[in-house]
């Protein structure tokens, strides 16, 4: 099974939900294989992953569903202007609120490098899309470390925060087959990957999130 999705919603980007006073101490689950040398945009975008994972019900009452009230039309906040408006968040929700747990995802070393490969490579040619500047594709990339039974990768540009990041993508404003959300809560992916760049000639950051199931490094 390979899925793989690409994010370039820059439009959208929304604020953090409101959990507690550092954003994560209700969710502070350990630290899922996080490693020190990963950047705190990084460990945070697997923290919020596995949040949404492990609770989809109250991740969405408390991070997303706050949002619908903020939008006038299509603008978010009085700026920020979206694809489907206030209609993508409440779908998220009603989604959200009824999908089932699954465990957390742990981070693997092998897809942390195959993630900031690619993350690296578009901050500094500005690229987007799943194809690097080799020509890789994303499993091409993850087998570069480790084999696995099932693989994805999201992609998300313009997003600053690990909290902006997998909100964006759970929203999955404009994408009609919602895959961005899918790779999240998958069942089929039991590990992940990061990759942020906090430089983008276009989008201004980019952050690639690789997932595996059965993943067994080399």
């Known amino acids: 099974m390979k899925r793989l999705v690409a994010a370039i ?7 953090g939900c409101e959990i507690s006073d550092n954003g994560m101490s209700e969710y502070d689950f350990d630290d899922f294989g996080i490693t020190e040398d990963m950047s705190d945009v990084e460990k945070e975008v697997v923290r919020e992953m596995n949040a949404a994972r492990t609770n989809p019900s109250q991740y969405a009452e408390r991070c997303i569903e706050p949002r619908i009230q903020k939008f006038n039309g299509n603008i978010y906040d009085g700026r920020l202007r979206t694809s489907e408006g206030a209609a993508a968040v409440s779908e998220c929700v009603a989604v959200m609120k009824s999908t089932r747990a699954v465990k957390a995802l742990r981070v693997q070393r092998g897809l942390n490098l195959a993630a900031k490969q690619h993350a690296l490579s578009q901050g500094e040619t500005s690229q987007t899309g799943h194809t690097g500047v080799d020509g890789s594709s994303p499993f091409e990339r993850i087998k570069k470390y480790g084999i696995y039974t099932s693989a994805g990768e999201n992609i998300a540009y313009g997003s600053k925060t690990g909290r902006e990041i ?5 929203i999955d404003d404009g994408v009609q087959r919602r895959g961005h959300r899918e790779n999240i809560l998958s069942a089929d992916f039991d590990s992940a990957g990061v990759g942020y760049s906090g430089k983008h000639g276009q989008y201004g950051s980019v952050c690639v999130i690789d997932y595996a199931g059965g993943y067994k490094e080399k």
């Open 9 to 15: 919603a820059v439009a959208f980007v929304l604020f």
């Open 166 to 170: 997998v909100v964006q993508l759970l």
